[in-house]
């Protein structure tokens, strides 16, 4: 009798389980971007969280929360209850800061779920048109020939735009001076306005910027040149072999979330991502699909993070 007790507690208490998530969500989605509105992560986050706030009957609430490189609104989520109501979108900046932020409240690899990646797209290389510098090749002589002096913007250090950044720097051998910012937008401004000499934009971020003529596009960070600025050669291409560096976007909640409901979102954004809205927005955004199951992205997130550690350690990179 004892045995058949606890085989209906377990059912019951999967059947529970298994309620909730189809009645999920009942109220309110909130997605924490802990980036600025208008960041790379920020766009794709707007744009799955209309098309899931459609397939849902609820909205979907996006708030900003930048700040320590993503520490803190990632924070935010590592404390919310585990229902599925708080997630947070981040980007590649999530693999980097578990190696250079030591002291994190938070354990990065045990305290959160990965759900779904939202997708990726390269970062490009923009100068000011006054910085006089047409190509990667020629930015990298000056550099050489003035050691020190020559700066670029990040969106925050330990950021996707940082690490990128700093692989070039380490494969081209320059000595340049890292200036990090809260986010894109302020990173942009200041190349703009020539206070940087470069910045590798996420490329939906910068395109506008480059069609009005106010930034010129060096190079892109992919292997192979994006379907929304064919004419611009990759790094690789101007004279840096191999360089290749993509910026990742992700849906991660906390950990202890119902698998069920882990899963039922996934699906949701994998739907999302074949509607002809999300396709078209993503082909004017340079952006491209990373279809993964939760276990294929959590294993991905792991090898980020073990990648971005070793860059971090060559580059001696440090919070700041």
């Given at each position: ?181 809260k986010g894109t937008p302020e990173a942009l401004t200041d190349t703009i306005a020539g206070r940087t000499t470069y910045y590798f934009s996420p490329i939906s971020a910068a395109l506008p910027h480059v069609k009005e003529g106010k930034l010129l596009a060096l190079g892109v960070s992919s292997a192979q040149r994006s379907s929304v600025l064919r004419d611009v050669p990759t790094i690789a291409e101007s004279g840096v072999p ?79």
């Open positions: 009798m004892k045995i058949v007790r606890l085989a209906v507690i377990a059912l019951c208490a999967l059947w529970a389980s298994f309620a909730g998530a189809q009645a999920w969500p009942t109220k309110p989605v909130k997605i924490i971007v802990p980036f600025t509105a208008g960041s790379a992560t920020d766009i794709l986050a707007r744009t799955f969280g209309q098309k899931l706030s459609e397939y849902w009957g609820q909205p979907v609430v996006i708030e900003n929360h930048p700040g320590a490189g993503g520490t803190i609104g990632t924070g935010i989520v590592a404390n919310a209850p585990r229902d599925g109501y708080t997630l947070l979108v981040h980007s590649a900046a999530y693999s980097v800061n578990p190696s250079l932020y030591p002291d994190l409240p938070f354990d990065t690899r045990k305290a959160f779920v990965e759900i779904v990646p939202l997708g990726g797209q390269p970062n490009v290389l923009v100068v000011a048109p006054s910085a006089g510098i047409k190509s990667v090749q020629e930015l990298i002589t000056q550099a050489k020939q003035k050691p020190g002096t020559i700066n670029f913007a990040s969106a925050g250090a330990g950021s996707g735009t940082h690490i990128n950044a700093e692989k070039f720097k380490l494969a081209t051998g320059i000595d340049v001076v890292h200036i990090p910012y191999g360089f290749d560096y993509n910026l990742w976007v992700g849906l991660f909640g906390p950990a202890g979330m119902p698998a069920d409901l882990v899963d039922r979102i996934n699906k949701d954004v994998q739907r999302a991502l074949a509607s002809p809205e999300i396709k078209e927005r993503f082909a004017s955004l340079g952006a491209e699909a990373m279809p993964m199951t939760p276990a294929q992205f959590k294993k991905f997130v792991g090898d980020e993070i073990d990648a971005s550690t070793r860059i971090v350690k060559a580059a001696n990179i440090k919070a700041q």
